[in-house]
Structures are given as C-alpha cells and as structure tokens.
C-alpha cells in the first residue's frame, strides 16, 4: 500500500502541531489531529490546510485528508504508520502521554517526541516498548525547515529508526538518524556552540548583535545555503582550518555559564519579540515587518536548497 494511503497521527495543536501537519498533507500523506478536545483539535483545520496549500496548491489532488479527533478517546491505529506528539514542554506531561500510547498504539507503530529539549530516553523510561520510541526534532516554522532529527534512546531500535528516516525522506524532509542520545541532540549543539561565542563578542563589547547577524548572514551562512561546513572544508582543505585552528580555538569563550548580558535581559523581562524588547525594542510593526521578511527569505532559502539536490 502506498504511503499517502496510510495515516500519520501528531498529537497536539500547536504551533509545530500544525506545522507538522500540514508538511504531511502537502506531501500526500492522510493526517489525524488529536487534541485534548475534538473542538481544540477542529480549530486548527483552517490553519493546517492553509499552510498546506502553500506549499503545494494541488495537495487536495492526491486524495490525502485531515482528520481530528481527541487524544484521550482515539483508539483506530489500523491505518497508522508514524504517531508524533508536540505537546507542551513538561516532562510530566509527556510521560504520562507516551505511557498511554505505550498501552494504546499497537507495538509495531513507532512513535516520536519533538522535544526539543527532553531527551526520549527520560520521556520513555520504564516502558514497555521503548525501543520503538525516538525523539522527532523540528525547526520552527517545521513546515518550511527541511530537518528532522531521529534521535536514538537508550532502547531504541536503530532499524526502526532508519524506517522512520525513510518515511520522512518520502514527506520531503531531509532527516538525519541521531545515534546517541545527547543533549541538543546534532543541530542545537553546533547551533549552541556558535551562539556562545556569538554572545561572548557582544559581552565583551567586539560586536553589536547587529554585526554579528551580518558577519553570519552574508559569510559562512551564506555557504552553508550551498554545502555544510564540513563539506565547505573539503573543498577549502582541511590544513587551512587546522592551521587557523591553533590560533583561534585556545581564544574561543567555554564558560558555561549564560553570559551577564543575556541574564540581566531575562531578569527584566525583555525576551525578544514577545516582550518587545531584547537587544532593542520592536515595534508592532517592526515585528511584522521582520516576521513577513524572514519567512518569505525562509522560503527563498528553501527553493535554494532544490537547485542540484543531493540525492537523499
């Protein structure tokens, strides 16, 4: 049976919930909602296949649908082939939720956390089957971003896992199998890693956060559009890094403590956008303006990243 004649279930009705969704549907695959509520879940419908058809404008074509339904009360996994879950980020929550579907989902259904945070070998501790357990990881916006981290647990099947890397190689995502579990999984620790230094420069007064935005934007992260750094290295050679790296990497800030200048923005409440201030203070339509420009350059991006694909 094709895959677009099977179901994937994301559990949950947020922002990455209905992202998640709707990359699915966009792909041809049937789609089950499930909210605490049928109604929590039907609200999102709107939304969902609006985000679908951007993406693909004769998605309806392929016969795939979007189905809601309620978590606690869901019981027809006949069809199912993946079940995702992106609730809230409480490690109770998600415990109590997978030692449910442990009981409910029949065995051969993997099933997927997109905690970004916890890792799944604490969410499915004790669980029967936990080898048929991994953590899903997205980027917001999920629909747009292509990665998808599969992250082995302790108990975690590694074949099941690379099952579950192919299925998201036919919904267009570009997955990647995580083989330890470790905090920040792959992305968030190179991404950690950068934003540590990237802060101690602003801490200690070398560069505004706005030169450190350019200085990424338009050098290394112009290049990592075309091939990753490591790929960008072997075309470079590698002796020019390893050279470099004698002088830069003993100079490189490893505190690992959150530096002063982020903590005392925290501490007054200025959190970015959602507060409307953090480094600087955004306006209503300062934010709009910046949110529009990041998903249509989101996009662009995207569109890049087809131009000569690799092949998996």
């Known amino acids: 049976m094709e895959a677009n004649m099977k179901q994937v279930v994301v559990v949950g009705t947020g922002i990455m919930a209905v992202g998640i969704a709707a990359g699915f549907l966009a792909t041809s695959h049937q789609v089950i909602l499930l909210g605490r509520t049928q109604s929590r ?16 404008p004769d998605w309806e074509a392929s016969g795939a649908k979007l189905v809601t339904g309620e978590i606690a009360s869901w019981a027809d996994w006949s069809e199912v082939i993946w079940v995702i879950e992106t609730i809230k980020e409480d490690m109770q929550l998600k415990q109590e939720l997978f030692a449910s579907l442990d009981q409910r989902v029949p065995e051969h259904i993997p099933i997927g956390s997109n905690s970004s ?7 499915s501790a004790g669980l029967k089957t936990a080898h048929r357990m991994f953590n899903a990881h997205y980027f917001m916006p999920a629909h747009i971003v292509p990665l998808v981290e599969v992250v082995l647990g302790e108990k975690s099947d590694p074949v099941m896992g690379e099952q579950v890397c192919q299925l998201y190689r036919q919904a267009k995502k570009k997955p990647v199998l995580v083989r330890k579990d470790i905090p920040g999984f792959l992305a968030n620790r190179i991404q950690h890693a950068l934003m540590r230094e990237a802060l101690s420069l602003v801490q200690d007064g070398i ?12 050098s290394f992260g112009f290049r990592y559009a075309a091939v990753g750094p490591m790929t960008q290295k072997e075309i470079s050679g590698w002796e020019g890094m390893a050279g470099a790296s004698v002088e830069i990497w003993p100079s490189l800030y490893t505190n690992p403590n959150l530096q002063p200048c982020v903590a005392q923005m925290i501490e007054q409440g200025k959190y970015g956008m959602k507060s409307k201030e953090g480094f600087r203070k955004w306006s209503d339509t300062e934010m709009a303006q910046m949110r529009h420009k990041y998903n249509v350059r989101l996009k662009a991006a995207f569109d890049v990243l087809q131009v000569e694909p690799d092949e998996n």
């Open 117 to 123: 945070g916890f890792p799944i070998s604490k969410i």
């Open 207 to 218: 560069a505004t956060p706005d030169d450190i935005d350019t200085a990424v934007r338009y």
């Open 41 to 56: 879940a039907k609200e999102q419908e709107v939304e969902i296949l609006a985000l679908t058809k951007t993406m693909n």
